[in-house]
């Protein structure tokens, strides 16, 4: 018989509700902040985490997928970490128009990412096509680096132990899980031509 085994179908769904779940409680957090001060910043750091859940609805099925428990675990970490974020009733590092900025950069970067990965995008380390166009050219992951903008922006505008805690965590795993990504992706020739050309994994000129 043709067609996806039961469990990876079951897997795909509760992914998807998975992530649904998430962006619902992150987006009602910040809306509820923006509500009651204003800023701006929390707002873009929703919109950079929107696509995630169009993307994953849409994803093209994987040719190769990491299902080892330190996949799971990392991307676990690094999906959870920012919807706990929570407002802060310390005062800011910096204004909000400047948060707001910084994490606007963020937010265009992670969107012209997802944009370029299109179906292509996934949550685990997989191989869903190598895409090797627009920022990708500049950085092997931009959506990764797009986030850390945000997480920054977001850490400044709301400043607690508890935000730093959990954000840092979620960014080490996200490093983790890029170069486990990049692990799989490796057994593609094509993947190997693309990283001769493209050496950085997330900022140019750093790492």
């Not at 997480?151 to 486990?180: E, F, G, K, Q």
């Not at 094509?190 to 001769?196: G, H, I, L």
Request: hydrophobic residues 55%; contains cysteine; proline residues 5%.
């Amino acid at each position: 018989m043709s067609g996806r085994p039961t469990a990876e179908i079951v897997r795909d769904l509760a992914a998807r509700a998975f992530v649904g779940a998430l962006f619902v409680i992150l987006s009602a957090n910040l809306m509820a902040d923006f509500l009651r001060t204003g800023r701006v910043t929390g707002l873009l750091f929703v919109g950079s985490e929107a696509l995630v859940v169009v993307l994953t609805i849409v994803r093209r099925r994987a040719r190769q997928v990491d299902r080892s428990v330190l996949a799971a675990v990392l991307t676990t970490i690094s999906l959870v970490g920012p919807p706990l974020l929570r407002p802060s009733d310390a005062p800011a590092l910096a204004p909000d128009a400047l948060t707001a900025i910084v994490s606007a950069i963020g937010l265009m970067v992670v969107i012209a990412g997802k944009l370029t990965l299109g179906r292509s995008f996934g949550i685990v380390p997989a191989n869903r096509g190598v895409v090797a166009r627009g920022p990708y050219n500049v950085v092997r992951h931009p959506i990764y680096a797009g986030y850390l903008v945000t997480h920054a922006a977001a850490l400044v505008a709301y400043p607690s132990v508890a935000n730093v805690t959990i954000l840092l965590m979620a960014d080490i795993a996200l490093v983790l899980r890029a170069l486990l990504e990049e692990r799989v992706l490796y057994a593609d020739v094509a993947y190997q031509r693309y990283c001769q050309r493209v050496t950085w994994h997330l900022v140019p000129g750093v790492f």
